[in-house]
């Protein structure tokens, strides 16, 4: 199950207690206090992380807590630190506090790490309180408590390319047939439930672009109808979008009203969206209406429209050529 949302209560671990001891030995009438400190409680740390793709592990874990710090010894030992809780996170999360409603932390780069939730420090122990005037201090310090929190995980996919369209214009075929993702492909819309990232490799220099294919959109789904936005926000960090148009007109469908209205649902989400490059991609030119189709949808003076048909792999070629010369991957570590 493909999970890019939830809510984590964490706590930090509570510092140690300070110990109040003196030292006792053979001749030493006046040893003086050799209490030792109080570890330090365990942090809570959110670590991105490349082998993990998803939020899974926190649906039926949402509470996490830190280890509390050792108690401090005689002789002048120190508790030992408590254990740090690491909450591993796809990169692309975003952390945002629920108490606020302010993101804390944005993990991009796999292996960067942020201190959600601070330990406690250790509590003196009674070494600390000797003085002239108090030769033999019989005080120490509690352990200070750690930090506690809610936080939302928000997964947002990292992705070079993003394929954007109506349910049933082909989405899933095409990543089928350039990708070694394999999602289910019906002849039914909303197939794709959760998005999808495939791998396309091109043999020429070795070198690797991740797509994401999200669910399809429908008419309102900047204003969650449908799968709604929650899928939208995994195309914000893509560098380049392709737009598929179903150019069959599947279920009466006018590939040119499909075209403004996936513009239009990008727009009212976000209108950066808008500014990034894009690619029209005219799928199902296999189909009987698709040539009268496709030249409608030419003379709305578009940008760039490439055909393909993803029955026949017309045009997946020169689709894939397009992306080598159009889309610098990222680099990812």
Same mark, same amino acid.
């Given at each position: 199950?493909?999970?890019?949302?939830?809510?984590?209560?964490?706590?930090?671990?509570?510092?140690?207690?300070?110990?109040?001891?003196?030292?006792?030995?053979?001749?030493?009438?006046?040893?003086?206090?050799?209490?030792?400190? +109080?570890?330090?409680?365990?942090?809570?740390?959110?670590?991105?992380?490349?082998?993990?793709?998803?939020?899974?592990? =926190?649906?039926?874990?949402?509470?996490?807590? /830190?280890?509390?710090?050792?108690?401090?010894?005689?002789?002048?030992?120190?508790?030992?630190?408590?254990?740090?809780?690491?909450?591993?996170?796809?990169?692309?999360?975003?952390?945002?506090?629920?108490?606020?409603?302010?993101?804390?932390?944005?993990?991009?780069?796999?292996?960067?790490?942020?201190?959600?939730?601070?330990?406690?420090?250790?509590?003196?122990?009674?070494?600390?309180?000797?003085?002239?005037?108090?030769?033999?201090?019989?005080?120490?310090?509690?352990?200070?408590?750690?930090?506690?929190?809610?936080?939302?995980?928000?997964?947002?996919?990292?992705?070079?390319?993003?394929?954007?369209?109506?349910?049933?214009?082909?989405?899933?075929?095409?990543?089928?047939?350039?990708?070694?993702?394999?999602?289910?492909?019906? /002849? =039914?819309?909303?197939?794709?439930?959760?998005?999808?990232?495939?791998?396309?490799?091109?043999?020429?220099?070795?070198?690797?672009?991740?797509?994401?294919?999200?669910?399809?959109?429908?008419? +309102?789904?900047?204003?969650?109808?449908?799968?709604?936005?929650?899928?939208?926000?995994?195309?914000?960090?893509?560098?380049?979008?392709? !737009?598929? !148009?179903?150019?069959?007109?599947?279920?009466?469908?006018?590939? +040119?009203?499909?075209?403004?209205?996936?513009?239009?649902?990008?727009?009212?989400?976000?209108?950066?969206?808008?500014?990034?490059?894009?690619?029209?991609?005219?799928?199902?030119?296999?189909?009987?209406? /698709?040539?009268?189709?496709?030249?409608?949808?030419?003379?709305?003076?578009?940008?760039?429209?490439?055909?393909?048909?993803?029955?026949?792999?017309?045009?997946?070629?020169?689709?894939?050529?397009?992306?080598?010369?159009?889309?610098?991957?990222?680099?990812?570590?």
């Amino acid at each position: 199950m493909f999970i890019d949302e939830v809510v984590v209560t964490a706590t930090a671990g509570d510092g140690g207690r300070g110990c109040i001891s003196f030292r006792r030995e053979k001749y030493e009438a006046f040893g003086g206090p050799n209490g030792g400190d +109080g570890g330090r409680g365990g942090n809570v740390v959110v670590v991105a992380d490349h082998d993990v793709n998803n939020l899974n592990d =926190y649906r039926f874990r949402p509470k996490w807590k /830190a280890k509390r710090g050792e108690h401090g010894r005689g002789s002048d030992e120190y508790g030992k630190a408590g254990e740090d809780v690491i909450l591993r996170v796809a990169p692309g999360t975003v952390v945002i506090n629920e108490e606020t409603g302010k993101a804390v932390a944005e993990l991009i780069e796999n292996g960067e790490r942020v201190i959600l939730l601070k330990g406690g420090n250790g509590g003196w122990g009674n070494s600390h309180f000797k003085s002239s005037v108090t030769q033999a201090p019989k005080r120490a310090n509690p352990g200070q408590p750690g930090e506690t929190g809610s936080f939302r995980f928000i997964l947002k996919t990292l992705a070079d390319v993003g394929l954007v369209g109506f349910p049933n214009a082909g989405k899933s075929s095409l990543i089928n047939l350039i990708t070694k993702a394999r999602p289910k492909c019906a /002849a =039914y819309p909303f197939t794709t439930l959760h998005p999808q990232i495939g791998v396309i490799e091109f043999e020429k220099d070795y070198r690797r672009l991740l797509l994401a294919d999200v669910p399809g959109l429908v008419p +309102g789904a900047s204003q969650n109808k449908g799968l709604g936005h929650r899928f939208l926000r995994h195309i914000e960090r893509c560098r380049m979008l392709l !737009i598929m !148009i179903d150019m069959e007109g599947t279920d009466g469908r006018d590939p +040119g009203e499909d075209y403004q209205q996936l513009l239009e649902e990008l727009r009212l989400y976000d209108p950066a969206l808008l500014e990034k490059p894009r690619l029209v991609i005219a799928n199902k030119m296999d189909g009987e209406n /698709a040539p009268d189709n496709l030249k409608r949808l030419r003379s709305l003076n578009l940008e760039e429209i490439l055909p393909i048909s993803c029955l026949t792999e017309e045009g997946i070629a020169d689709l894939k050529e397009q992306l080598y010369l159009r889309v610098t991957p990222v680099e990812r570590v």
